[in-house]
């Protein structure tokens, strides 16, 4: 029969060895829970990945399809404009119906408010006694005034961009060209607030872009 400080050490020993296995095993099984979780989330990772490119690849088609329809329908209509689809004629007519509205909008309401607009901070700038533009700036009518032009520009580039005849007018085509690259920039970051009001051109940048007469921007106490 063992005595039993020898089973006291025996039990010593016992739960030293487990200790240093455990020791040596735990940070392997650290290891592989952490291998295990980061495949796992790869594993998802790739799933979400390949259900965006899916979803993206379906838009895609969807889009190319619905162009090359278009292009086929335009194309057949050329060829032969006697015999155009009930649908084509529809939206030959609904396009036909927006034109005038969308000339109105970018030939006159656009160029009306920017005259307005500067004529404005003309008006204001002289009669707070402000040495540059900019002082004036958060004036009421100037902030909304500026911020009309801005919304008014954007709408017409929604407008036009959405215009089904827009490539078979020249006209329209080059307003939404300048609108987009040329007035929403300027009136975005407008140039004519850092002019000196006593030595501020009759026009702004955006007004000489749409032709409008100077001589409406004369201030004379009756311009409205």
């Not at 455990?22 to 095993?25: D, F, K, M, N, W």
């Not at 036009?160 to 089904?164: I, N, T, V």
């Given at each position: 029969m063992i005595p039993e400080p020898m089973e006291f050490l025996l039990l010593l020993l016992f739960f030293g060895l487990l200790a240093c296995a455990?020791?040596?095993?735990w940070p392997l099984l650290v290891a592989l829970a952490q291998r295990a979780m980061w495949a796992i989330g790869d594993t998802f990772s790739d799933l979400s990945t390949g259900v965006?490119?899916?979803a993206s690849s379906l838009r895609t088609e969807y889009w190319s399809a619905?162009?090359?329809h278009e292009y086929m329908d335009w194309i057949e209509d050329m060829l032969n404009p006697?015999?155009?689809s009930p649908a084509t004629d529809f939206d030959f007519l609904e396009a036909k119906q927006q034109w005038p509205a969308i000339r109105k909008l970018t030939q006159e309401e656009l160029p009306k408010w920017i005259r307005r607009c500067v004529c404005t901070h003309r008006l204001s700038g002289f009669a707070a006694g402000a040495t540059y533009m900019y002082e004036i700036a958060?004036?009421?009518e100037c902030f909304?005034?500026?911020e009309r032009v801005i919304g008014l520009a954007e709408a017409c580039v929604q407008k036009?961009?959405?215009?089904?005849l827009l490539l078979d007018s020249p006209e329209l085509t080059q307003n939404l060209i300048v609108i987009r690259s040329r007035i929403l920039p300027i009136c975005r970051h407008c140039p004519y607030l850092e002019c000196r009001v006593d030595e501020?051109?009759?026009l702004c940048p955006s007004a000489e872009i749409v032709h409008i007469d100077p001589k409406t921007c004369e201030f004379d106490g009756r311009q409205s």
């Open positions: 455990l020791g040596l095993v965006d490119r899916t619905r162009r090359s006697n015999d155009s958060i004036e009421p909304a005034l500026r036009l961009s959405d215009y089904a501020a051109p009759l």
